[in-house]
Nanobody
Framework: QVQLVESGGGLVPAGGSLRLSCAMS????????MGWFRQAPGKLRDFVAS????????NYADSVKGRFTISRDGAKNTVYLQMNNLKPEDTAVYYC???????????????WGQGTQVTVSS
C-alpha cells in the first residue's frame, strides 16, 4: 500500500517561498505519476501541479504557473513543490497524490497524504 507523508508547510508573508516535500513509502515510486492538490476552507480540493513518472513532463494550474515548480527525486522517493512569490490566496492545506496520466491529463488515485498547512499572510 502506498503511503505519502507531506511536510514543509508553514506561515510566510506574501512574496515569500516554501518548499513542500512528499515522501513516498513504496518500492515503485517510479511507476507513479505524482500530483499536488490544495484545499482551502469551505472549498473543494483543487489541482495544483503534476509530474509524469519519469519527470519529463509537468502540468500546472493557471493560478500557479510561473511561481510553483514540481520535481521528483527517485533516489529519495520524494516529490517536491517549490512555491515562490506566494500570495494570500495560496493559503490552503496541500496534499500530494500518487496517480496516473491519461493522455495529457493527470488523474488522482485514492492514495493521499495527510496534508500540510500553508498560510500566506498579507
Amino acid at each position: 500500500q502506498v503511503q505519502l507523508v507531506e511536510s514543509g508547510g508553514g506561515l510566510v508573508p506574501a512574496g515569500g517561498s516554501l518548499r513542500l516535500s512528499c515522501a513516498m513509502s513504496a518500492r515503485t515510486l517510479s511507476s507513479y505519476a505524482m500530483g499536488w492538490f490544495r484545499q482551502a476552507p469551505g472549498k473543494l480540493r483543487d489541482f495544483v501541479a503534476s509530474i509524469t513518472w519519469n519527470g519529463d513532463s509537468t502540468n500546472y494550474a493557471d493560478s500557479v504557473k510561473g511561481r510553483f515548480t514540481i520535481s521528483r527525486d527517485g533516489a529519495k522517493n520524494t516529490v517536491y513543490l517549490q512555491m515562490n512569490n506566494l500570495k494570500p490566496e495560496d493559503t490552503a492545506v496541500y496534499y500530494c497524490n500518487a496517480g496516473y496520466y491519461s493522455g495529457p491529463e493527470y488523474h488522482p488515485n485514492d492514495a493521499w497524504g495527510q496534508g500540510t498547512q500553508v498560510t500566506v499572510s498579507s
